[in-house]
Nanobody, 117 residues
Framework: QVQLVESGGGLVEAGGALRLSCTASGSIFSRNVMGWYRQGPGNQRERVASSFSRGPATYADSVEGRFAISRDNAGNTVYLQMNSLRPEDTAVYYC???????????WGQGTQVTVSS
C-alpha cells in the first residue's frame, strides 16, 4: 500500500505564491510518476503537473511558466511551487502517485488553494 500526505494549501492574493508538498510512504517503486491535479468549483478534475522518476516534468498549458514541480533526493516527496497565482487557480489540489511496476494508483486527500482577486 502507498499513502500520500499533502500540505501547503491556503489563501493567497492574486499574484502571490504558495508551495504544496506531498509525501508518499509505503510500498513505493522507483519507477513511478507523481503529480498534481486540481478540481475547481463546478469543474472536472484536471492535471496540473507531473514528475516522472525518469524524464522531464510536464505541465498543463494553463500553468506553464508559473508553476514548477520538483522532487526531493529520495524521490518520495513532490513539491508544487505555484507563482503568479490567479483567481482561476482556486481549486482543491490533489496529489497522485502511480506506479509503472504494478497497478498502484493512489490519491491524496486534497488541499484547498484559494486565490483572492
Amino acid at each position: 500500500q502507498v499513502q500520500l500526505v499533502e500540505s501547503g494549501g491556503g489563501l493567497v492574493e492574486a499574484g502571490g505564491a504558495l508551495r504544496l508538498s506531498c509525501t508518499a510512504s509505503g510500498s513505493i517503486f522507483s519507477r513511478n510518476v507523481m503529480g498534481w491535479y486540481r478540481q475547481g468549483p463546478g469543474n472536472q478534475r484536471e492535471r496540473v503537473a507531473s514528475s516522472f522518476s525518469r524524464g522531464p516534468a510536464t505541465y498543463a498549458d494553463s500553468v506553464e511558466g508559473r508553476f514548477a514541480i520538483s522532487r526531493d533526493n529520495a524521490g518520495n516527496t513532490v513539491y508544487l511551487q505555484m507563482n503568479s497565482l490567479r483567481p482561476e487557480d482556486t481549486a482543491v489540489y490533489y496529489c497522485n502517485y502511480r506506479s509503472f511496476v504494478d497497478t498502484t494508483d493512489v490519491w491524496g486527500q486534497g488541499t484547498q488553494v484559494t486565490v483572492s482577486s
